[in-house]
Each structure stands twice: as structure tokens, then as C-alpha cells.
T-cell receptor, first 112, second 114 residues
Framework: DQQVKQNSPSLSVQEGRISILNCDYT??????FLWYKKYPAEGPTFLISISSIKDKNEDGRFTVFLNKSAKHLSLHIVPSQPGDSAVYFC???????????FGSGTQLTVLP | EPEVTQTPSHQVTQMGQEVILRCVPI?????FYWYRQILGQKVEFLVSFYNNEISEKSEIFDDQFSVERPDGSNFTLKIRSTKLEDSAMYFCASRGYSGANVLTFGAGSRLTVL
């Protein structure tokens, strides 16, 4: 039951260029979407989020876009930096408990 | 910055033994969660806990698992009789209030069952 999907297991980009990470979901009940970043041997760290009533949220170099009709969201990182190299997880939540359903992650490598 | 603290960072146990993983959530948070990540797989929800009771649990969270908030600061996950397939990273997370959406995660406890 893959309610949240990240179809690209890995992505490599050059430093200074744009990184675009994609995520699709199937559950129409999701009303909040988050991106987490994870380094090896550490827990997921919150990066940026978006409510289902919005289509864009920006925080510095990070922008998340939500297309509800397509059940698709994306994370843009501009400009990409080598320190951005990590696994990025898309997650979604709904309901009173607000537990997160995670995608399988995308390993981003930013090449100097 | 407030953080979620988990102990131990790594535990090795024999199959069939009981294991308790401990978490200290952020002090003013009210909602608590356990997740696990088997090597190479996605982060999976186990259980959520609010007001001293389980609010949601996944099908993974069977009778072998239990959670407890024994005092005002700790939140524990107990696995009664460990199996090989319980080997994973276990992450604790907490959330502040009913309108909050962001979960803050701890660094995880690696459980290895031999």
C-alpha cells in the first residue's frame, strides 16, 4: 500500500544548479505535506511543508509546489550546494493523530 | 534548539529477548510517535500516543509491541519477544499541540536481533 511514492531513488546535480525532487500520493484525505532530510545514522530532519489549501511555499533556497489535481508535489532547491547531499523523504498526514506516511526517499547528490 | 533524545543508540539482543527503547520527547510536546526503518526500506509508522493512550497504530504494531509513558518525561517502546525481522532503526518523534503538523524526530535507536 504505497500511498506516498517517490519514484526516483537517486538524483545527481551540479553545485549551483536546481534540484527537483518529486513525490506522488494516492490518498485524497492527506491535507498536509512535508519534506524531511536525512543523513546516515541520524533521524529525519524537517525541511519544509505545505498545507493542501496552498500550491506553493518558499523558504530560502527551498520551495515546495503542490498540484492537488495531479496528487503531486515537488521540492525545488536553488541553488544546490554539496551540503544538501542527503536522502529526502516526502511525507503526508491527515486526521487527528497526524501520523506521517513517508515515501521511500530520494538520495540527492550535489557534485562540486 | 529543543530535541528528541533516544537511548540506546545501538542495542544488540538475542532472538526471543525483551527490549525496551527509550525516548525523551521535547518537554512541552503532547503527541508522541514511534516509527521504524528496516535497512533499505521506507520509514514506517508504528504507533501514536496522546493523553496516556494509543491514538493510532499500524498493522506492524502487534501484541509483541507496547508503549508507555511511565513518568512525565520518558516514552518507551517495548518489544516482548524479539524476532530477527525486528532488526531496524527505531525513531521516536513528538509533536507540540493539536494544530501542529510537524513531527520532530530523534536520532534513532538501532536494534540488531541475532
Amino acid at each position: 500500500d504505497q500511498q506516498v511514492k517517490q519514484n526516483s531513488p537517486s538524483l545527481s546535480v551540479q553545485e549551483g544548479r536546481i534540484s527537483i525532487l518529486n513525490c506522488d500520493y494516492t490518498n485524497s484525505m492527506f491535507d498536509y505535506f512535508l519534506w524531511y532530510k536525512k543523513y546516515p545514522a541520524e533521524g529525519p530532519t524537517f525541511l519544509i511543508s505545505i498545507s493542501s489549501i496552498k500550491d506553493k511555499n518558499e523558504d530560502g533556497r527551498f520551495t515546495v509546489f503542490l498540484n492537488k489535481s495531479a496528487k503531486h508535489l515537488s521540492l525545488h532547491i536553488v541553488p544546490s550546494q554539496p551540503g544538501d547531499s542527503a536522502v529526502y523523504f516526502c511525507a503526508a498526514s491527515w486526521g487527528s493523530a497526524r501520523q506521517l506516511t513517508f515515501g521511500s526517499g530520494t538520495q540527492l547528490t550535489v557534485l562540486p | 534548539e529543543p530535541e528528541v533524545t533516544q537511548t540506546p543508540s545501538h542495542q544488540v539482543t538475542q532472538m526471543g529477548q525483551e527490549v525496551i527503547l527509550r525516548c525523551v520527547p521535547i518537554s512541552n510536546h503532547l503527541y508522541f510517535y514511534w516509527y521504524r526503518q528496516i535497512l533499505g526500506q521506507k520509514v514506517e509508522f508504528l504507533v501514536s500516543f496522546y493523553n496516556n493512550e494509543i491514538s493510532e497504530k499500524s498493522e506492524i504494531f502487534d501484541d509483541q509491541f507496547s508503549v508507555e509513558r511511565p513518568d512525565g518525561s520518558n516514552f518507551t517502546l517495548k518489544i516482548r519477544s524479539t524476532k530477527l525481522e525486528d532488526s531496524a532503526m527505531y525513531f521516536c518523534a513528538s509533536r507540540g499541540y493539536s494544530g501542529a503538523n510537524v513531527l520532530t524526530f530523534g536520532a534513532g535507536s538501532r536494534l540488531t536481533v541475532l
